[in-house]
């Protein structure tokens, strides 16, 4: 099982920058794979970005330019930098975790979750 904890969530104002990092731990072995899902109310829970830990990464439309992930494969940690956040950035978000088959990833753990609130 992986056990992953988030932190990084918060209040911002618009064009203003938030970092959400994500710290993986337990059976992390199978785990080649993380990346930040976020859901707004009434919205289904979408992908922002991922990254393999070979380092490739992969944007939703609306974070690329924006929003930059990265990880430390020491740590077992994955980092979403936003920038010029819009209110429209606000919602919940998870990290998560899982495998690559080929193009597909496959994400089987979650974290609990992090607010991230952008005030226009």
């Known amino acids: 099982q992986v056990q992953l904890v988030e932190s990084g969530g918060g209040l911002v104002q618009a064009g203003g920058s938030l970092i959400l990092s994500c710290a993986a731990s337990g059976d992390i072995f199978s785990v080649n794979v993380m990346g930040w899902y976020r859901q707004a109310p009434g919205k289904q829970r979408e992908l922002v970005a991922g990254?393999?830990?070979?380092?490739?990464?992969r944007y939703a439309d609306s974070a690329k330019g924006r929003f930059t992930i990265s990880r430390d494969n020491n740590k077992n940690t994955v980092y979403l930098q936003m920038n010029s956040l819009k209110p429209e950035d606000t919602a919940v978000y998870y990290c998560?975790?899982?495998?690559?088959?080929?193009?597909?990833?496959?994400?089987?753990?979650w974290g609990q979750g992090t607010q991230v609130t952008v005030s226009s």
């Open positions: 990254i393999t830990w070979g380092g490739n990464p």
């Open positions: 998560a975790a899982g495998e690559t088959f080929g193009s597909r990833w496959d994400f089987s753990s």
